[in-house]
């Protein structure tokens, strides 16, 4: 089993940043991807990020060249770095980790971000 634990939201007004970090343990030996989500109310979970194992990064048009992923491999951590946070940005954000693209995602618990007008 893999586990996941994000941290790192909060309340902030728009224009703003917030980090957030998702900590990896378990059975994460042959884990290959890592991406961020994201839930608002009302709305279906929107995939938002992945990194790869490679390095290789990808993201939803709604979040490019405002949000940055990366992962620090000695400390089995994935952090989403999010500037000029907007208002449509406010969601529970969760961690998913899989083998490989299209497998199983093992999620976090997810963390609240709420970014103020």
């Known amino acids: 089993q893999v586990q996941l634990v994000e941290s790192g939201g909060g309340l902030v007004q728009a224009g703003g940043s917030l980090r957030l970090s998702c900590v990896a343990s378990?059975?994460?030996?042959?884990?290959?991807?890592m991406g961020w989500y994201r839930q608002a109310p009302g709305n279906q979970r929107e995939w938002v990020a992945r990194i790869l194992s490679g390095g290789s990064t990808n993201y939803a048009d709604s979040v490019k060249g405002r949000f940055t992923i990366s992962r620090d491999n000695a400390k089995n951590t994935v952090y989403l770095q999010m500037n000029s946070l907007k208002p449509e940005d406010t969601a529970v954000y969760y961690c998913?980790?899989?083998?490989?693209?299209?497998?199983?995602?093992?999620w976090g618990q997810g963390t609240q971000v709420t970014v103020s007008s």
């Open positions: 378990g059975s994460i030996f042959n884990i290959n991807v």
């Open positions: 998913g980790a899989q083998v490989v693209l299209g497998s199983k995602i093992y």
